[in-house]
């Protein structure tokens, strides 16, 4: 089988793209990448035309389209099924672009994912499917802190608290100034906010594994990977209650009484 990923290369592909990518490959199945490189829905309509070429050549037998506005372009391009992975950021559209992904959704896509129940219920729509993105635990493990902070050339002494946003750290839903102001508000120079973004996929084990809490400030999120990324090394995450993390958290106060811990 061969599968087409149509997705944004505006800031290069995604590293969660490309991990269902490799997943995928490990069981035998083929995946071709096709990145669209433009702003808004004029930006992507000039697409259409291309890509309908190029699944002319590669036939692929089906396409897979991240976010919604590669999700219509491929629509348009392709006489192959069409399925649509929204990822948290597009469910939050208003007006016009909010319409058109809900006519997407009940007319147009062959099968819709969204990443977590928050997202289907933000939607509207019954017949989309929750499927988040899974962790390779065989990379994101718990590793020697010292070590890893040894690698980073971080000290061994401080508190590091974790924030991460792969693409562009000031991303309105990344919500930076609300993480700067918590350290703040904390006032110890021992605790120091370490800023992650535009680092490699394969590097992030060794930040995770170097820190001491992960802090997600998020207005809003799918199923946020960094979270299962920190939980599969064994890190503490302090998060704002968005997407999925509520029910990956699981029920903290059942846990706290297990082990005869007050809840904090």
């Known amino acids: 089988m061969k ?37 808004g829905l004029t930006g992507y309509v000039k697409a259409v035309l291309p890509l309908k070429k190029y699944i002319r050549q590669s036939h692929p037998d089906i396409v897979h389209a991240h976010y919604s506005l590669c999700g219509i372009v491929a629509y348009l391009a392709s006489t192959r099924p069409v399925i649509t992975s929204l990822m948290g950021s597009d469910i939050k559209q208003s007006g016009f672009l909010r319409a058109l992904i809900i006519i997407a959704v009940r007319y147009l896509w062959h099968k819709t994912i969204v990443k977590s129940l928050d997202m289907k219920e933000c939607l509207g729509v019954n017949n989309v499917s929750v499927l988040p993105n899974g ?30 946003a792969l693409s562009d750290s000031n991303r309105f839903e990344k919500n930076l100034p609300l993480a700067v102001e918590a350290i703040k508000n904390i006032n110890d120079h021992e605790i120091k906010l370490q800023i992650v973004s535009n680092i490699a996929q394969s590097d992030m084990p060794i930040y995770l594994n170097a820190s001491d809490l992960l802090l997600l400030t998020s207005r809003w999120e799918g199923s946020p ?40």
């Open 3 to 39: 599968i087409l990923f149509v997705c944004s290369g505006n800031r290069g592909i995604s590293p969660i793209i490309k991990a269902q990518a490799a997943s995928l490959e490990q069981i035998g199945v083929k995946v071709e990448f096709y990145p669209i490189n433009g702003k």
């Open 135 to 164: 962790v390779n635990t065989s990379v994101f493990f718990p590793m020697d802190k010292l070590q890893c902070r040894a690698e980073l050339k971080w000290s061994s002494f401080s508190k590091y608290v974790l924030f991460v």
């Open 225 to 264: 990977n960094i979270v299962k990324e920190a939980m599969a090394c064994n890190v503490p995450v302090v998060a704002t209650e968005v997407g999925d993390i509520k029910w990956l958290f699981g029920n903290i106060q059942e846990v706290l009484r297990s082990r005869n811990c007050d809840a904090v």
